[in-house]
């Protein structure tokens, strides 16, 4: 039962878990990582910037002196990043947490030609949790967390214009983003059982979290971003606290396939994680089945589940 009072000393041991943290240099994906590294996880940081992967895997050890931790580089923007650090994985994955992103970023295009905030936060995520599954499997009750968003609320999916090309707004594109990680999430469940898999997936919002996604809203560290933090910080709160729903629905043995959790406070800002409702888009269950195939067609990833 989710709980106000829940917190991180309530996780249980983690000992024996592999897990993967997209983004786990910094914000919700760094709390993440470290609270499932202090309960014996071994965790691996899937980072796109060396350095800054480095300083936080030296970070965590220095709070966790026997984590049992590891620095990969992964790119969720660019396909052959998300396909290097699939193949270089080896043995079961007991859990996959789809954390980082982008947010409300100036219109710009992937590697492989997709709008920026759709092809991180969602492209890759599933074209790397597809060449995962297997790895998934592999595990007992292997368990995939999406992270999303308040901002689901705002988003469509826009068929006829999906990348953006011919009109761009950078929270509406934020939106889809977010919306299709809700979408992702719901077929992910629904093909996990109709394959009669074990492995589940399940979802979080973090409410108002203080992390470094404001910086990308003016790409700079400049007085807007800091605003937007300070904001952020007052109605919100921290990374630390945001990082509970996912830490949650990682490791609570009450949780079920399709969970969506968040925070329990007012507007579902800032509290204790708790189940919370998703829209009524991200549970139309045709416009996800349509999404899955586009994802698929986009990413020339398919699934080993059946459809």
């Not at 949780?255 to 800002?269: H, I, K, N, Q, R």
Request: charged letters at 20%.
């Amino acid at each position: 039962m989710t709980s106000s009072r829940w917190s991180a000393a309530d996780i249980p041991d983690q000992s024996g878990r592999r897990a993967v943290v997209t983004g786990g240099n910094s914000g919700l994906g760094w709390e993440t990582a470290l609270e499932l590294a202090r309960h014996g996880a071994e965790v691996v940081l899937a980072c796109r910037n060396a350095e800054r992967g480095e300083d936080a895997l030296a970070r965590l050890r220095s709070a966790v002196p026997d984590a049992r931790a590891e620095l990969r580089l992964l790119d969720l923007a660019d396909l052959a990043s998300v396909r290097a650090f699939a193949e270089g994985w080896t043995g079961p994955l007991d859990l996959l947490v789809a954390n980082a992103g982008v947010m409300a970023v100036p219109f710009g295009t992937t590697p492989d030609g997709f709008e920026r905030q759709l092809g991180t936060n969602h492209l890759g995520h599933f074209a790397l949790t597809g060449q995962l599954v297997p790895a998934l499997l592999e595990s007992s009750a292997g368990r995939v967390v999406v992270v999303s968003s308040l901002a689901h609320r705002m988003g469509s999916i826009a068929f006829s214009d999906l990348q953006s090309t011919y009109r761009y707004s950078r929270w509406a594109a934020y939106g889809q983003s977010k919306l299709a990680n809700l979408l992702f999430m719901r077929e992910l469940t629904r093909r996990f059982s109709r394959s009669g898999a074990t492995t589940s997936a399940a979802a979080v919002h973090p409410g108002g979290a203080d992390t470094a996604l404001f910086e990308g809203i003016t790409g700079s560290r400049g007085p807007a971003a800091a605003l937007g933090r300070r904001v952020s910080a007052t109605l919100g709160q921290s990374a630390a606290d945001g990082a509970l729903p996912s830490l949650y629905a990682a490791t609570m043995p009450d949780v079920v396939p399709g969970d969506y959790f968040g925070p329990s406070g007012l507007g579902e800002t800032r509290g204790g994680p708790t189940r919370v409702a998703m829209s009524a888009a991200a549970r139309d269950a045709r416009v996800g089945q349509r999404l899955w195939d586009v994802s698929e067609e986009l990413t020339g990833v398919r699934f080993p589940l059946a459809s």
